[in-house]
């Protein structure tokens, strides 16, 4: 089946802990994206790739890394730099072939700080 | 300034009955997308439906539609004929054509809709 996936599912961060969340994807998309979504709100873009060895900072980037290494993976890293990482992580796909260009999503992480 | 304004934090509608969800959008770009996603309490965010903002008639996905109008700016989702299964937060996001090209998508708040048996 196409589709997104991210692991783990839950992922417990200690106090100056690096972690790394994972996305991957088989629907050829060539963009990638990492969006934050915190109790109640909407969701906010952390990181973007439009082409492999690319990437683009979104609206929160800082206290966060990514690679994109291959076309179908666009890990993101929490680094201790984020001081308030408690979050439902989102990772979304697209073509970016002219029309729709729809963002379709995985089914997240959540991310708690022990 | 709110690119994606939606002003309605939870709804109900009886099942079987029609709800209106509102989303109120703001750009100078005279290109732009328009789109509604489905976030159901497990929390994958489904897409819905989609309106260009050249297209001239409005979206129609099975019971979901989008009341596009451009002059107001709002692009509201019609639900019909509500289902137990669409109890769910449902976003309004938009994307905009600018000349960068990039693809990112702003989104709204969410409304939290229950539908009541």
């Known amino acids: 089946d196409g589709g997104i996936t991210q692991s783990p599912k839950y992922l417990f961060r200690k106090e100056g802990q690096n972690v790394t969340l994972s996305c991957e994807q088989n629907?050829?998309?060539?963009?990638m994206y990492w969006y934050r979504q915190d109790p109640g709100q909407g969701l906010r873009l952390i990181y973007y790739s439009q082409i492999v060895n690319d990437f683009q900072k979104g609206d929160i980037a800082e206290g966060y890394s990514v690679s994109r290494e291959k076309k179908e993976s666009f890990p993101l890293t929490v680094t201790s730099a984020q001081k308030n990482p408690t979050a439902f992580y989102l990772c979304?796909?697209?073509?970016?072939?002219?029309?729709?260009?729809?963002?379709?999503f995985g089914p997240g992480t959540r991310l708690l700080v022990l | 300034a709110q690119k994606i304004t939606q002003t309605q934090p939870g709804m109900f509608v009886q099942e079987k009955e029609a709800v209106t969800l509102d989303c109120t959008y703001d750009?100078?770009?005279?290109?732009?997308?328009l789109f509604w996603y489905k976030q159901p309490s497990s929390g994958e965010m489904i897409f819905l439906i989609y309106?260009?903002?050249?297209?001239?008639q409005n979206a129609t996905e099975g019971r979901y539609s989008l009341n596009f109008q451009k002059a107001r700016k709002s692009a509201n989702l019609v639900i019909s004929a509500s289902q137990l299964g669409d109890s769910a937060m449902y976003f309004c996001a938009m994307r905009e054509d600018g000349p960068k090209g990039a693809n990112n998508l702003f989104f709204g708040t969410g409304t939290r809709l229950t539908v009541i048996p």
């Open positions: 309106q260009g903002s050249y297209d001239q």
């Open positions: 629907l050829n998309h060539d963009a």
């Open positions: 979304a796909s697209s073509s970016m072939d002219r029309g729709r260009k729809t963002q379709y």
């Open positions: 750009t100078s770009d005279p290109s732009y997308g």
